[in-house]
Nanobody, 122 residues
Framework: QVHLVESGGGLVQAGTSLRLSCAAS????????MGWFRQAPGKEREFIGFIRWSEREKTYADSVKARLTISRDDAKNTVYLQMNTLKPEDTAVYYCAATRAFGDRLDEYEYWGQGTQVTVSS
């Protein structure tokens, strides 16, 4: 059974940084593209970025790419989302997801974590 577990969320002040982790189990992690998404209250789930099995292949949403970095450690079956210069509009539940497809479409993702709340105060 596949499990994705996000951690690292919390309440932070604007301008600070946060690193989220997503630990995967029950799948051959190295062959999956791993994506990060977020969903703010009353809004649709939003694509943030993904990383393929090669660290050289990453894609970010234009709205966040200057402040976010996705990385992965295949030895630990973990993907990370480093967020810098956080803004109140970054407040959302953050999800990681896994896909064997390319990874640039939300509907391609097969497995999802339960999400971790990030709240940024002004």
């Amino acid at each position: 059974q596949v499990h994705l577990v996000e951690s690292g969320g919390g309440l932070v002040q604007a301008g600070t940084s946060l690193r989220l982790s997503c630990a995967a189990s029950g799948l051959t992690f190295s062959i999956y593209a791993m994506g990060w998404f977020r969903q703010a209250p009353g809004k649709e789930r939003e694509f943030i970025g993904f990383i393929r099995w090669s660290e050289r292949e990453k894609t970010y949403a234009d709205s966040v790419k200057a402040r976010l970095t996705i990385s992965r450690d295949d030895a630990k079956n973990t993907v990370y989302l480093q967020m810098n210069t956080l803004k109140p509009e970054d407040t959302a539940v953050y999800y990681c997801a896994a896909t064997r497809a390319f990874g640039d479409r939300l509907d391609e993702y097969e497995y999802w974590g339960q999400g971790t709340q990030v709240t940024v105060s002004s």
